[in-house]
């Protein structure tokens, strides 16, 4: 399943860090957005690899893990990878999908690319993971 542009769009604009990005800046994340299906068990991210792209869920479930430990659950809407991208750290977790994941996938380079020169998303990007305590 493919989504159409203006699902895309909507997708993005319901998550919390591009929540508030106006429907410009919303147009340039969904234009680097590629969506890519994964089976159940694949691996997402690893924990301490290098980040090198960000994910967001459109349907299925994965599992984060810490250690070892399973400390989450995502699903549709949920996002995750890019505090390895703005940090240029390693992963902070793995994430393996549960199910079957449909997701949008922005690669690491297209992401900074966009947030060197969108100052105004990557303001918005910063603020929400303050406030999630990323």
């Known amino acids: ?10 997708l993005i604009t319901s998550t919390a860090l591009f929540g508030d990005c106006t429907p410009e ?10 969506e890519f299906d994964f089976r159940p068990g694949t691996a997402l991210t690893r924990e301490d690899t290098e980040g090198n792209e960000f994910l967001v869920i459109i349907d299925g479930e994965a599992e984060v893990a810490r250690g070892g430990e399973v400390v989450a659950t995502l699903g549709g809407g949920d996002w995750f990878g890019e505090v390895a991208l703005l940090t ?5 977790a793995t994430v393996t999908a549960r199910t079957a994941v449909h997701a949008l996938v922005i ?8 947030l060197q020169h969108a100052p105004d998303v990557r303001a918005k990007v910063e603020r929400v993971l303050v406030e999630r305590g990323a």
């Open 25 to 34: 800046e919303v147009a340039e994340v969904a234009a680097i957005a590629d």
């Open 107 to 114: 690669e690491g380079h297209r992401f900074r690319t966009l």
């Open 88 to 92: 240029g750290g390693r992963r902070n």
């Open 1 to 10: 399943m493919r989504l159409r542009r203006d699902v895309k769009t909507r």
